[in-house]
Structure formats: structure tokens, C-alpha cells
């Protein structure tokens, strides 16, 4: 899946393939997978206007950051590393950038076969 979206006025791409999980944890050392579930408070409050502090409290917004900079990476791996690349954007709208990719995440928990 490839989706393209504007950060900070840059248009950035991301995808996500079978390599994506890998890639992570090439670069971060922890289960891809895993860390999606991280993010589920955001998930299970998209739509509504802002989250409970407990929510907020769950969430590990450099795991978030993680996840788009390798889906970004899994397009174009010329980017730099996650700190140089996050580094170009003055602003970094988390909440709407996670409702953005979220279909993009659940991807990889979806099953192809049939019942």
C-alpha cells in the first residue's frame, strides 16, 4: 500500500510492503508488530475530539514517529535516519498523521485467506 501525504508543506510518501517489519527492526530493535499495538489508544479514540489523559498516558509518541519514519523509509530509502529526517519538519501533526496511516498499519494484521 502506498499513500502520500503533506507534512510541514513537504509531500512525503509512504509504503508499506512484507520488508516494512524487518526494516524495523533493522533500525529500531524491537517487533514492528508489536509497537503498532502501542498506538492502539489512538486508534480506539480516532473521530473523537481529544483523548483521555490515561490514553495519553499509554502512548509512546517516539514509537509513532518510528513507525512513519520507516514507512517513509520502506519508500524511499534514500532518507536519512529517523532523527535527521524528523528533523526537516517544524511541525509533525501526530494525531492526524496516525489517522492517516492507521490503514496503512492494520495491513499487517489482516489475513488473506479465505474462509
Do not use: H
Not at 510492503?17 to 508488530?33: C, I, M, S, V
Not at 473521530?47 to 520507516?70: P, R
Amino acid at each position: 500500500m502506498i499513500k502520500t501525504l503533506t507534512i510541514d508543506g513537504k509531500q512525503v510518501t509512504f509504503k508499506s510492503t512484507g520488508a516494512t517489519p524487518l526494516l524495523y527492526k533493522a533500525q529500531f530493535g524491537t517487533d514492528f508488530l508489536k509497537d503498532i499495538l502501542k498506538m492502539m489508544p489512538i486508534a480506539e479514540t480516532a473521530g473523537k475530539e481529544q483523548l483521555s489523559m490515561e490514553a495519553l498516558e499509554m502512548i509512546d509518541f517516539n514509537v509513532f514517529s518510528n513507525i512513519v519514519w520507516v514507512l517513509a523509509k520502506t519508500n524511499d530509502r534514500s532518507i536519512p535516519d529517523p532523527i535527521n529526517w524528523l528533523d526537516q519538519f517544524e511541525e509533525f501533526p501526530v494525531f492526524d498523521l496516525f489517522e492517516e496511516v492507521q490503514d496503512m498499519l492494520m495491513q499487517n494484521f489482516k489475513t488473506s485467506q479465505k474462509k
